[in-house]
């Protein structure tokens, strides 16, 4: 019996439109043979169901099935491929595991392989692989780059080319294999899978390429941010050093003056009562001298002579007035300690509050309370080339406000970069740091506050969901509602105006009612990846007269 091989040739056993041999192939009605796979994705592709070949129109999909006869002649062909490929010496083997493939074809001395084909499992040298150049059969084989591993391109079990793909378990199929345990599965050429997965990874590779520069654009940013602050740290701790240390040596200071004012006054009070008792001594000793002279008289019996000698009241030496003679104590070095008590006292207070700030710096716990932030005051202009249509704003762009007729003036022309739905305007500024800043809204009925990374919504409504790049609150007939979470209220009240803290590193937004120095709302644990720009929507007159503007107002300043 002749062989298949010398009753067809590899063309009458091809696909029109794969051109490659047949898999699961299956008959039109009108009578041209296709892969199951091919012919489907054609149809699927198309409007009407025809022939890719002779055009002929069928009025309905046809339903189509293997046909099992010519399914076996092109694993019978595709098998004798397989069993008629040369097969390599162990020497061969081995010198090919060393280093370089050889034609398998050559003889006498096997020449370097240039080219293996996928079809027929044989590696060519340059001479032995023109025929695949030439041939019209064999110039539909799959030449790649040589191989020594072609073994690994067989079905273990059937012994069959590995031509198809699983895209449903992923993996590699023989014919016999598609049909047997595969059958409902989408499997397709192992040329279209390559395709096609080559196209997936493509995606992904950008998508990963893009994640990169995300990561690398975020670690620069973090290595700009430990940058700053270290400088920062170091700047605090050499402001606070000089600071104490002007402090303790004002102290020391005081401490000195404190002590040589003391002991001066001292001295002087001693100094006084040193004259005071010298006085008092003189005036004992002549006292004590007329004492003498008056117990020698009295003991003078002779009356006569007694009266004649009898001390006269003026020989009393002359004396100082006792009561106004006194040691007078200073007593101002008394109001001078209970001053310096209070004092100290009072700087021991300090002291430990401040030491209760350094422990709650140490623990991780200090609080963002609105004092702590505002030293992250930015200078924020509103940026008019984003501003909607409708609203105006001042000429030193620190004001917006909603005007009636404003989207009619001619000077305002639509762009890609204003807000066309929501009445919104962003900062002139974006900011990848931790940023400050403070708005009046005053007697408002309805706004809307917060910052929005530079590719938010413009040309539409911005959505009112997490993950669209906004991260505001909007105040609405007397509460405060996220913008993403609406009708769920975070706050209650009236706000006149309202700080806005970034930390952008931190990953955190929180909003102040700077009045009451009350936390409004914070957005934790965000993930931010562009620069943030301030976002101000001063709203229409929905809910009443609105017309007041938003005005950005410096930190400790009314309006």
């Known amino acids: 019996m002749a062989s298949i091989n010398s009753l067809l040739s590899e063309e009458q056993l091809c696909c029109h439109i794969c051109l490659d041999v047949f898999t699961q192939p299956v008959s039109t009605p009108c009578g041209h043979n296709f892969c199951?796979?091919?012919?489907?994705?054609?149809?699927?592709?198309?409007?009407?169901?025809?022939?890719?070949?002779?055009?002929?129109?069928?009025?309905?999909?046809?339903?189509?099935?293997?046909?099992?006869?010519?399914?076996?002649?092109?694993?019978?062909?595709?098998?004798?491929?397989?069993?008629?490929?040369?097969?390599?010496?162990?020497?061969?083997?081995?010198?090919?595991?060393?280093?370089?493939?050889?034609?398998?074809?050559?003889?006498?001395?096997?020449?370097?392989?240039?080219?293996?084909?996928?079809?027929?499992?044989?590696?060519?040298?340059?001479?032995?692989?023109?025929?695949?150049?030439?041939?019209?059969?064999?110039?539909?084989?799959?030449?790649?780059?040589?191989?020594?591993?072609?073994?690994?391109?067989?079905?273990?079990?059937?012994?069959?080319?590995?031509?198809?793909?699983?895209?449903?378990?992923?993996?590699?199929?023989?014919?016999?294999?598609?049909?047997?345990?595969?059958?409902?599965?989408?499997?397709?050429?192992?040329?279209?899978?390559?395709?096609?997965?080559?196209?997936?990874?493509?995606?992904?590779?950008?998508?990963?390429?893009?994640?990169?520069?995300?990561?690398l654009q975020k670690v620069q940013t973090m290595k700009e941010s430990v940058a700053e602050s270290k400088k920062e740290s170091k700047d605090v701790i050499t402001n606070c050093v000089r600071d104490l240390t002007a402090l303790v040596s004002e102290i020391q200071m005081s401490q000195t003056e404190l002590v040589k004012v003391i002991e001066e006054k001292q001295e002087a009070a001693e100094k006084q009562a040193d004259g005071v008792i010298d006085s008092m001594e003189r005036e004992i000793s002549e006292l004590q001298k007329t004492m003498t002279k008056i117990r020698e008289v009295k003991q003078t019996e002779d009356q006569l002579c007694f009266l004649q000698s009898l001390p006269k009241p003026s020989t009393i030496p002359h004396t100082n007035d006792l009561s106004t003679v006194r040691f007078n104590?200073?007593?101002?070095?008394?109001?001078?300690?209970?001053?310096?008590?209070?004092?100290?006292?009072?700087?021991?207070?300090?002291?430990?509050?401040?030491?209760?700030e350094i422990q709650k710096l140490s623990d991780g716990t200090y609080d963002t309370t609105l004092s702590y932030v505002q030293q992250y005051e930015e200078n924020i202009l509103l940026d008019p080339e984003t501003a909607h249509l409708r609203l105006i704003i001042s000429s030193d762009r620190k004001r917006v406000r909603f005007g009636m007729d404003a989207g009619f003036r001619g000077n305002q022309i639509p762009s890609l970069n204003k807000f066309t739905v929501n009445l919104a305007v962003l900062g002139q500024r974006g900011f990848v740091k931790r940023f400050y800043f403070e708005v009046f809204v005053g007697g408002k009925t309805e706004w809307c506050l917060g910052v929005a990374k530079a590719s938010v919504q413009r040309w539409d409504r911005v959505p009112q969901s997490h993950?669209?790049?906004?991260?505001?609150?909007?105040?609405?007939?007397?509460?405060?509602?996220?913008?993403?979470?609406?009708?769920?209220?975070?706050?209650?009240?009236?706000?006149?105006?309202?700080?806005?803290?970034v930390d952008y590193d931190g990953g955190k937004i929180s909003f102040y009612d700077v009045q009451t120095a009350a936390l409004i709302h914070s957005f934790a644990e965000c993930v931010f990846t562009e620069k943030l720009y301030p976002y101000f929507n001063p709203c229409d007159n929905e809910y009443g007269s609105n017309l007041g503007p938003m005005v950005i107002v410096p930190v400790n300043r009314t309006e």
């Open 467 to 501: 993950g669209v790049g906004l991260w505001a609150i909007w105040y609405l007939k007397g509460k405060v509602e996220a913008y993403s979470s609406p009708n769920v209220p975070v706050y209650f009240g009236k706000v006149e105006r309202v700080g806005v803290f």
């Open 36 to 215: 199951m796979s091919c012919i489907t994705s054609y149809w699927d592709n198309t409007q009407v169901s025809r022939c890719p070949v002779c055009k002929d129109t069928f009025e309905r999909r046809p339903e189509l099935k293997v046909n099992t006869f010519i399914s076996e002649l092109a694993s019978q062909f595709k098998s004798l491929q397989v069993t008629d490929a040369p097969i390599m010496s162990s020497d061969q083997q081995s010198a090919c595991s060393v280093g370089s493939v050889l034609c398998d074809i050559c003889t006498d001395t096997q020449q370097e392989a240039v080219k293996s084909c996928l079809e027929c499992l044989t590696s060519y040298c340059d001479v032995h692989v023109e025929p695949h150049h030439r041939a019209a059969g064999l110039k539909r084989h799959t030449l790649i780059n040589p191989s020594a591993n072609l073994e690994d391109r067989i079905c273990t079990e059937h012994t069959r080319l590995l031509t198809l793909f699983c895209r449903d378990d992923e993996v590699l199929l023989c014919d016999v294999c598609a049909g047997l345990h595969h059958a409902n599965h989408d499997v397709v050429p192992v040329q279209r899978a390559y395709y096609q997965m080559t196209a997936l990874l493509g995606d992904t590779e950008v998508k990963v390429q893009r994640m990169i520069q995300e990561r």
């Open 329 to 356: 104590r200073p007593k101002d070095i008394h109001h001078m300690q209970q001053s310096m008590k209070k004092s100290v006292s009072q700087l021991q207070m300090f002291l430990s509050r401040m030491n209760t």
